[in-house]
């Protein structure tokens, strides 16, 4: 087992790690801290709250149930664009109509203030059924979060333009959240045009993420948001360990040195923003 990174220097203010699997354990990635430890370690970093999001009907009602009686977190709640072909496979597309009747019906508990993460994933997956179940999924997504006035929380990878044109043609929600935002400065100003949020996590401090780094610069100060994806996606210098939100330090003091931006301003808009998009946490 790899060792566990250390604590990362405390951010001057307090921040919120605005998509987070706590629930989730990668034999891959080896052991991180269970659910209870990432949140201790987070408040000893400035990480205060966490969003900790659903990707399919059981850790949907994970997220849920766990947010419900804490103050340190809120859900969202979704079936993932790679789950909803594997639920057809596996109980046909009644199984499906039934995982979507049971994400609505989290999706208006209190503490649940996101639909996601939903949207489209071509990168995994390929064939053209599949990413015609991840279309239809992405719509019904994007109604729920409507007629419940969630926020909605995207999952876009190699996906831009058919993301952009769904949105367009079911009309977005009041608040949108890119998660992982992984577009250009183009794509990042269209959405930063129409008062969406573009979530940033620890990618961006990999060498290879310039044009990432670009689309950073290109947003203004109310678009941004900071995430850590744990137990993926671990910031530089602690690639390849297991990622947790006590982390997140070294991806916001990289946003900053990035922006230019002074880092304790940074933390204040991540966190005001989050409240933006998330509801009073
Ligand atoms: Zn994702
Ligand atoms: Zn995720």
Known sequence: MRER??????????????????????????????????????????ITRVVQVGCDVASSAWAADFAGPRDDVVAAVALHPNDVPRIVEREGHAGLEAAFDAIEALAVRPRVRAVGETGLDYYRTRDEDARALQHDSFRRHIDIAKRHDRTLVIHDRDAHADILRILDEEGAPDRVVFHCFSGDAVMARHCADRGWLCSFAGVVTYKSAEGLREALVALPREALLVETDAPYLTPVPHRGAVNASYLIPHTVRAMADVRAQPLDQLCDDLWSNSERAFGPL
């Not at 405390?10 to 990635?29: E, F, G, I, M, S």
């Not at 801290?33 to 987070?42: E, F, Q, R, T, V």
């Open 5 to 46: 990174p250390p604590i990362a220097d405390p951010l001057p203010r307090p921040v919120v790690d605005t998509h987070c699997h706590l629930d989730v354990v990668d034999r891959q990635l080896g052991d991180g801290p269970g659910p209870d430890d990432a949140l201790a370690l987070a408040r000893d970093a400035g």
